[in-house]
């Protein structure tokens, strides 16, 4: 030690009192770690998780997103049948024009000749005294639902276009509906396939459907 700077005795021995300081406190983190029950729950619970994202990826052909509709309501996993509800609107589309057309349009031609399915769902007015036509296409909004198999389906059908419906909820219900009514319809989806819903005095477009998806992730 004679050779020794004093000073730098003293550096080393501050390093290794803070290095024992520094061990007891990794040996005790250690041993709450491994000891204490909230933090292997923690950990437990981490590994669920993880199992729970990979059950609930989807086989091929089950890919909702390919339907286009209804999809921020998908739920992230399909373990347990859920209640689903929709509200589902009268609604037609309007299509206005004139023969003479306007500042902002130009003029189109009535479709005279033009031959539209029977049943009331599609509606050609001729042009009246100042030359104005008009087309209209009945249809719900939405027109179709993806669900699955085993969820407690509940639909409000709302009567918003169109003073009079008549609908039908295939196998399920059949009612009149006015402008202005609220019918609510509730049911359990339990077979997989396709439910159709129409309105027979709008008909063959005034239709959906309620597609009932397996529930294969929860199986497997
Ligand atoms: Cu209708």
């Given at each position: 030690m004679k050779n020794v700077p004093r000073k730098r005795v003293v550096t080393i021995a501050v390093a290794a009192v803070a290095a024992a300081i520094i061990t007891a406190i990794i040996a005790v983190g250690f041993g709450y770690n491994s000891n204490n029950g909230i933090s292997g729950n923690m950990n437990n619970n981490t590994l669920q998780q993880q199992l729970q994202k990979i059950s609930s990826i989807q086989p091929p052909?089950?890919?909702?997103?390919?339907?286009?509709?209804?999809?921020?309501?998908?739920?992230?996993?399909?373990a347990a049948p859920e209640n689903r509800t929709f509200w589902i609107k009268t609604v037609h589309l309007d299509g206005n024009a004139n023969i003479n057309g306007d500042t902002k349009h130009p003029p189109e031609p009535f479709p005279a000749n033009t031959t539209y399915p029977k049943g009331g769902g599609f509606v050609l007015s001729p042009p009246d005294k100042t030359g104005a036509w008009n087309f209209r296409a009945f249809t719900f909004e939405p027109s179709q639902i993806i669900v699955y198999q085993g969820d407690r389906i509940t639909l409000n059908f709302v009567g918003v276009q169109g003073p009079n419906h008549f609908i039908d909820v295939s196998g399920i219900a059949t009612f009149p509906l006015k402008r202005g009514e609220i019918h609510t319809v509730t049911f359990i989806a339990d077979k997989a396939g396709t439910i159709n819903y129409t309105c027979h005095i709008h008909m063959p477009n005034m239709a959906g459907e309620i597609l009932v998806l397996p529930r294969l992730a929860a199986a497997q």
């Amino acid at each position: 030690m004679k050779n020794v700077p004093r000073k730098r005795v003293v550096t080393i021995a501050v390093a290794a009192v803070a290095a024992a300081i520094i061990t007891a406190i990794i040996a005790v983190g250690f041993g709450y770690n491994s000891n204490n029950g909230i933090s292997g729950n923690m950990n437990n619970n981490t590994l669920q998780q993880q199992l729970q994202k990979i059950s609930s990826i989807q086989p091929p052909g089950v890919n909702a997103a390919q339907n286009g509709q209804s999809i921020s309501a998908m739920p992230a996993t399909v373990a347990a049948p859920e209640n689903r509800t929709f509200w589902i609107k009268t609604v037609h589309l309007d299509g206005n024009a004139n023969i003479n057309g306007d500042t902002k349009h130009p003029p189109e031609p009535f479709p005279a000749n033009t031959t539209y399915p029977k049943g009331g769902g599609f509606v050609l007015s001729p042009p009246d005294k100042t030359g104005a036509w008009n087309f209209r296409a009945f249809t719900f909004e939405p027109s179709q639902i993806i669900v699955y198999q085993g969820d407690r389906i509940t639909l409000n059908f709302v009567g918003v276009q169109g003073p009079n419906h008549f609908i039908d909820v295939s196998g399920i219900a059949t009612f009149p509906l006015k402008r202005g009514e609220i019918h609510t319809v509730t049911f359990i989806a339990d077979k997989a396939g396709t439910i159709n819903y129409t309105c027979h005095i709008h008909m063959p477009n005034m239709a959906g459907e309620i597609l009932v998806l397996p529930r294969l992730a929860a199986a497997q």
